[in-house]
């Protein structure tokens, strides 16, 4: 599977983050407080969900499954003006990116086994440190294997040194 590789232009999100583990994943719990709210944001611009995930700059050299990190469900907006109460924004920065069209259940990981160990290795680039994040439009389906969704991981080419 080949992503294309794409440059993010900056987005404006608004939502809901928790900071959780692989060992103790709390995503289910973070969409479930904030799908009933998502009506309370008047500025969306897209009917798309986003799954963004911020690591620790050694999250992944360091890989263990109780490392924590900060999951988010929210949607893109037009503006910062009107920010429900207990909602949170985030600023998306421009940058490349990887992007995977996946098709399965969001409950099968071997695609990020793919990514990381596979395609990221034998690929000009590397790791960038900047969100990771899944776009999911209306042909995902939770839990179903008919679900599609797009997987965004940062990545810079291996030539440059920052």
Known sequence: MEPRIQTL???????QSLAMSLADYKVGELWRSFMPRKKEI???L???LI??????????????????FERWAAVEVADFDNVPNEMETILLQSGLYAVFDYKGLNTDKS??????????PSSDYILDD????EVLSEKYKNN???????IWIPIRP???NH
């Open 46 to 48: 897209t009917n798309d």
């Open 42 to 44: 008047t500025n969306i």
């Open 130 to 133: 900047r969100p990771h994040f």
């Open 158 to 160: 291996k030539s440059t």
């Open 51 to 68: 799954s963004l995930a911020i690591y620790e700059s050694t999250y992944f050299a360091d890989f263990k499954p109780t490392n924590e």
């Open 111 to 120: 695609i990020f086994q793919y990514i990381f160990g596979t395609w990221l």
């Open 144 to 150: 179903d294997p008919t679900s599609e969704e797009e």
């Open 9 to 15: 232009s900056e987005k404006k999100l608004v939502g």
